[in-house]
C-alpha cells in the first residue's frame, strides 16, 4: 500500500493555477504535518512548502510565496497544494509527505506518496 497518493497534476499554461491533493492511507493524515516537494528530471527533490501538526503554521520556498497556498481539509482529511501563476520554473514532479513536523529536509518525512507531475508551459 502507498502510504500517500497525490493527484491532480496535469498539463497546465503558464500563468494558470493548478490545484493538488495528497490523501493518505495512514489513520488521520491531519496527525501529521505534511509537506510537499518536488523534483525536476534528473535533479533532487526539495522543498516546497509545509504545514505543521500542531498548529497548521505553513511555510513555503521562497520562490513560491504569495503564488502557492496548502492547506487542510480535516473533514476529508486531505491536504492541498493550491498553485497559482504558475511558471514553466514550477515544472516538475510533486510529491507530498507526513513526518512529526514540518521541515525542509525531506529526510524528516516518514512516509512519500509516489509523486504526480505538473508540467507548466512556457
Known amino acids: 500500500q502507498v502510504p500517500l497518493v497525490e493527484s491532480g497534476g496535469g498539463l497546465v499554461q503558464a500563468g494558470g493555477s493548478l490545484s493538488l491533493s495528497c490523501t493518505s492511507s495512514l489513520p488521520r493524515l491531519s496527525n501529521y504535518a505534511v509537506g510537499w516537494f518536488r523534483q525536476e528530471p534528473e535533479k533532487a527533490r526539495y522543498f516546497v512548502a509545509a504545514?505543521?501538526?500542531?498548529?497548521?503554521?505553513?511555510y513555503y520556498l521562497e520562490s513560491v510565496k504569495g503564488r502557492f497556498t496548502l492547506s487542510r481539509d480535516v473533514d476529508k482529511d486531505m491536504v492541498y497544494l493550491h498553485m497559482n501563476a504558475l511558471k514553466s520554473e514550477d515544472t516538475a514532479v510533486y510529491f507530498c509527505a507526513a513526518g512529526p513536523f514540518a521541515s525542509m529536509d525531506s529526510r524528516d518525512y516518514d512516509y512519500w506518496g509516489q509523486g504526480t507531475q505538473v508540467t507548466v508551459s512556457s
Open positions: 504545514v505543521a501538526r500542531t498548529d497548521d503554521s505553513t
